[in-house]
């Protein structure tokens, strides 16, 4: 018996500003965050990983309108989202896609050094949320700024 068919989502950008990632999920697919450490000192780069898992039992193809699948953002506590990283990373703006067959993890590292979007270092002591999407699909872990 071959394999089974994948499961297609399709997602329409009609117009942007800034290059987004999105997608749109198939019930298989997971995100989770994985970060280097729980804590870090002053102009110490924080060092994650989104992880992304297919745990259901078919391909699950997720389409984007960029070339950055994964993207993240930094929400202080004291200020409110203080870094996106789409405003740093070069993404194009094209049609790609991913296909995730069951079982198959992908993990997209990434890397913040702790300043804002104006490359103002960020305060410390502190505690910032990292909030990482693969598509729409979100992950969040804390962390603390020492």
């Not at 300043?115 to 969040?140: C, N």
């Amino acid at each position: 018996m071959g394999r089974l068919p994948a499961l297609v989502v399709t997602t329409f950008i009609v117009a942007s500003i800034l290059p987004l990632t999105t997608g749109i999920w198939g019930s298989g697919v997971r995100v989770a965050l994985a970060v280097g450490a729980p804590a870090y000192g002053p102009g110490e780069p924080v060092t994650f990983a989104i992880v992304v898992r297919n745990v259901g039992f078919v391909d699950a193809r997720v389409d984007f309108a960029t070339s950055c699948h994964t993207r993240f953002e930094v929400l202080d506590v004291r200020s409110g989202i203080v870094y996106h990283s789409e405003v740093h990373y070069g993404c194009f703006e094209m049609l790609t896609s991913v296909t995730l067959a069951p079982g198959e993890t992908r993990t997209y590292p990434w890397t913040w050094d702790q300043t804002t979007d104006e490359k103002i270092p960020v305060r410390h002591p502190s505690a910032v949320f990292l909030l990482a999407f693969f598509g729409s699909r979100p992950a969040v872990a804390p962390i603390l700024l020492v």
